[in-house]
């Protein structure tokens, strides 16, 4: 079974700080990673879709990095804003999706 | 389009009563999830579709649980005699259904039964 761990949990930042966000899974053999932005009682909104081909994935502010061999991805946020306050979940896709708990990010203005 | 819909958006509903959720996914998607949500954690799969047919269901989905996806379409969730434990946000979503597509989630059902 693929589990999914988010590390930290939770994260406060002032504005204008960089944010770095971790994700590890257990089973390599995955087709994509997709990183989620869910804000407090709303649905998920995709932000990048990592293919298992790739290393690495830009939109905007955000970069993620997937390296599958170690089970490993990472969302960078540059430049955060109060914006970016919200709950940040990794979901790896072996057919369905499996999630990990979510990193919860405050940015102080 | 506008997306992956899901309704009602909030439901109350007395314990032992059934409930139905729709989720109407992006068109032509061949795929559709459903996944529970509580608080502080990740989103839970419960089952999936391609076009009509069921193709897997979790352990999560007791007896009292049923979907359906009537002609590769809307799905409807049913919840037969609620539990309080069944208090939860119900998400849906959907995907192309190839390998490397993007899935896209409705804003969810949140389900509150007392």
């Known amino acids: 079974k693929q589990e999914v761990t988010q590390i930290p949990a939770a994260l406060s930042v002032p504005e204008g700080e960089n944010l770095v966000l971790n994700c590890s899974f257990t089973d390599s053999a995955i087709y994509n990673l997709q990183w989620f932005r869910q804000d407090p009682g709303k649905g998920l909104t995709s932000l990048l879709l990592?293919?298992?081909?790739?290393r690495e994935q830009t939109s905007g502010r955000l970069n993620a990095s997937l390296d599958k061999s170690s089970g490993r991805s990472t969302l960078y946020i540059a430049a955060s804003q109060p914006g970016d306050s919200a709950t940040y979940l990794c979901a790896v896709d072996d057919y369905k999706l499996s999630f990990g708990a979510g990193t919860t990010v405050t940015v102080r203005a | 389009d506008t997306g992956v819909s899901q309704d009602p958006r909030h439901k109350i509903t007395k314990r032992g009563q059934n409930v139905t959720f729709r989720c109407d996914p992006i068109?032509?998607?061949?795929?559709l999830y459903w996944y529970r949500q509580t608080l502080g954690q990740g989103p839970e799969f419960l089952t999936y579709f391609q076009n009509e047919a069921q193709l897997e269901k979790s352990r999560l989905l007791s007896d009292r649980f049923s979907a359906e996806r009537p002609k590769g379409s809307f799905s409807t969730l049913e919840i037969q005699r609620t539990e309080q434990g069944d208090s939860a946000m119900y998400l849906c979503?959907?995907?192309?259904?190839?390998?490397?597509?993007?899935?896209?989630f409705g804003q969810g059902t949140r389900l509150t039964v007392v």
């Open positions: 990592i293919q298992s081909s790739q």
């Open positions: 068109s032509e998607h061949n795929r």
């Open positions: 979503a959907s995907s192309a259904g190839t390998k490397n597509t993007e899935a896209f």
